[in-house]
């Protein structure tokens, strides 16, 4: 019996262990919003975006969000856009490794600044493919640095509209595989 016991301590320690990691939640431009005015450059300067996280763009009635590609991105172009939200509470699920790009619809937004673009990494990476998350231009005109190019970007949405397993479960990667072998385990030493 004290065996028993030991390995259902081991077991639920293991369990505690390997609890499922959540994506994380980013608000952009945090409490300013999606909006004229923010650099978003700065804003995703630093942050690691992983598949698995959101991005939450929030704005008023004249703004939008778009996403585009590369070359849309660089020339302010909503014209192919890949997708176009316009509801002032926009959520986009981070599905896949690469670069993603955003920009306001409304004419001269863009062209002001209200663009983003973000590397985005595997879920059990520290950091994104390119090893720095992207930086957009200048409002001003000044120079920096142009966000990097995948043959694949920006990512498409998952299954399910938009929606990945992580968007339904909270698991990321493995996870799930790892907490069934782990009941399987604690079924066998029970059994």
């Known amino acids: 019996m004290a065996g028993f016991m030991g390995a259902l ?20 431009g945090d409490s300013q919003g999606w909006t004229s005015g923010v650099d978003y450059s700065t ?55 690469g670069s993603r790009y955003f920009i306001c619809g409304t004419a001269g937004h863009c062209a002001s600044g209200m663009k983003l673009a973000v590397t985005v990494a595997k879920a059990g990476s520290a950091s994104p493919p390119t090893g720095s998350s992207p930086t ?24 399910a509209g938009g929606k990945s397993a992580a968007d339904f479960s909270g698991f990321r ?5 790892v907490l069934g072998g782990l009941i399987g385990l604690g079924l066998v030493v029970m059994g």
């Not at 957009?136 to 299954?159: A, C």
């Not at 990667?173 to 595989?177: I, L, Q, S």
């Open 9 to 28: 301590v081991v077991l639920c320690l293991v369990a505690v262990a390997t609890v499922p990691a959540f994506g994380k939640d980013y608000t952009v």
């Open 43 to 97: 804003w995703a300067s630093g942050k690691v975006f992983k598949v698995g996280d959101t991005l939450l763009f929030t704005y008023s009635g004249l703004h939008s969000t778009e996403e585009v590609s590369k070359s849309d991105y660089d020339s302010c172009s909503t014209s192919n856009a890949l997708q176009t939200h316009t509801d002032g509470n926009t959520k986009i699920s981070l599905t896949a490794p």
């Open 136 to 159: 957009t231009p200048t409002p001003s005109g000044g120079s920096s640095t142009s966000p990097p190019s995948t043959p694949n970007s920006p990512s498409p949405p998952g299954p």
């Open 173 to 177: 990667g493995g996870d799930a595989v």
